[in-house]
């Protein structure tokens, strides 16, 4: 409704090795456009256990999803990754909710 133009972007990182820590940025290709620097470590080698934390798509309640994440994550810290099935959002065309 709000934006005629959606805007995608897809990154493909190759070549990483397993239960490696690596730190990265993302920008719009300008000087002042990059983020702060972030980590992630990658999933163990095949064959070793890792655990996913599988998490449906909310649609309502997001003011509580910080709190529910923190506590998940601190129950389980063996996590490894977290998939989302979803979008948050209620109606994702209209910028303006």
Do not use: F
């Amino acid at each position: 409704m709000n934006d005629r133009v959606i805007r995608r972007h897809k990154v493909e990182i190759g070549g990483l090795a397993p239960a490696t820590t690596y730190r990265y940025q993302v920008g719009d290709g300008t000087e002042n456009g990059w983020s702060q620097w972030r980590r992630t470590t990658t999933a163990p080698k095949a064959g070793s256990p890792y655990r996913i934390m599988y998490l449906d798509n909310a649609q309502c309640g997001l003011e509580n999803w910080g709190v529910l994440l923190h506590d998940a994550v601190k129950r389980h810290p063996d996590i490894g990754a977290i998939l989302l099935a979803g979008d948050l959002v209620d109606r994702g065309n209209e910028r303006s909710n």
